[in-house]
């Protein structure tokens, strides 16, 4: 049996503005942090330790994993950073207020941008200025792969890869591995890993800095989880 632990970042800024965030590089807010100290203190007092660490691009998820593995005195595990951990690129919306979105485009439609894993968000333009063709950390990706907008099928499809090969090959290394991400790329891996249907990962969603333990079998079929 192995474990795996999943973890979503700690509460940023925006989560606090309830602000549409995607690939916006927002850091955590002081309640984040907090969060974040609490999860390795948490992961301390069960004894957990590991050998990698997975995270995002994204310094709310770097920072969470960096806070917690303090806690733990494991700075000096190698973590592996991929924008296909990134969350979800939510398009125009990023930036916007979720209510006010809700006040111009109803209630119903901003649901289906939030959670039908086959609805896409509006798209942005190439001249946006959010576009991530426009920042360096991105500049190895290929245009296909440089998003405009992402639905959860769609982030599934650039998170897999990631697990397949580099998530898995550390877990069949006999490796422990924490994976801290964010609401959407975490909630595909899931998908993927529970076998869950678009209608069961509509009822998903994860708190911010709470580590969830993944028991696997050898073919890394899910036995059990639960938050810790
Ligand atoms: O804004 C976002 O990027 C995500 C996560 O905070 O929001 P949602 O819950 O709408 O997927």
């Known amino acids: 049996m192995q474990k795996l632990v999943l973890i979503r970042h700690g509460e940023s800024i925006w989560n606090q503005e309830n602000r549409f965030t995607g690939w916006t590089d927002v850091d955590l807010s002081p309640e984040g942090v907090e969060q974040a100290k609490r999860a390795g203190q948490l992961l301390l007092k069960h004894g957990y330790n590991f050998d990698e660490g997975f995270t995002s691009l994204l310094k709310r998820s770097i920072k969470?994993?960096?806070?917690?593995?303090?806690?733990?005195?494991?700075?000096?595990?190698?973590?592996q950073k991929s924008w296909r951990l990134n969350e979800r690129f939510y398009g125009a919306l990023q930036g916007?207020?979720?209510?006010?979105?809700?006040?111009?485009?109803?209630?119903?439609?901003?649901?289906?941008?939030?959670?039908?894993?086959?609805?896409?968000?509006?798209?942005?333009?190439?001249?946006?200025?959010?576009?991530?063709?426009?920042?360096?950390?991105?500049?190895?990706?290929?245009?296909?792969?440089?998003?405009?907008?992402?639905?959860?099928?769609v982030t599934m499809d650039r998170v897999l890869p990631f697990w397949n090969e580099s998530i898995v090959d550390a877990i069949?290394?006999?490796?422990?591995?924490?994976?801290?991400?964010?609401?959407?790329?975490?909630?595909?891996?899931?998908?993927?890993?529970?076998?869950?249907?678009?209608?069961?990962v509509t009822q998903l969603d994860l708190p911010t800095g709470v580590p969830m333990v993944y028991e696997l079998d050898e073919g890394l079929n899910r036995i059990r989880h639960y938050y810790l």
């Open 64 to 79: 969470t994993l960096h806070i917690l593995l303090e806690e733990l005195d494991h700075l000096w595990i190698p973590v």
């Open 96 to 153: 916007l207020n979720k209510d006010e979105t809700i006040a111009q485009y109803g209630a119903e439609q901003v649901q289906k941008w939030r959670r039908d894993p086959n609805e896409f968000p509006p798209a942005i333009t190439k001249e946006d200025p959010r576009y991530p063709g426009h920042d360096i950390r991105y500049k190895n990706l290929t245009e296909r792969e440089l998003p405009l907008t992402e639905n959860l099928s």
């Open 172 to 200: 069949r290394k006999n490796q422990k591995v924490i994976v801290c991400g964010h609401g959407n790329s975490l909630r595909a891996l899931i998908k993927y890993i529970d076998h869950l249907n678009d209608e069961e």
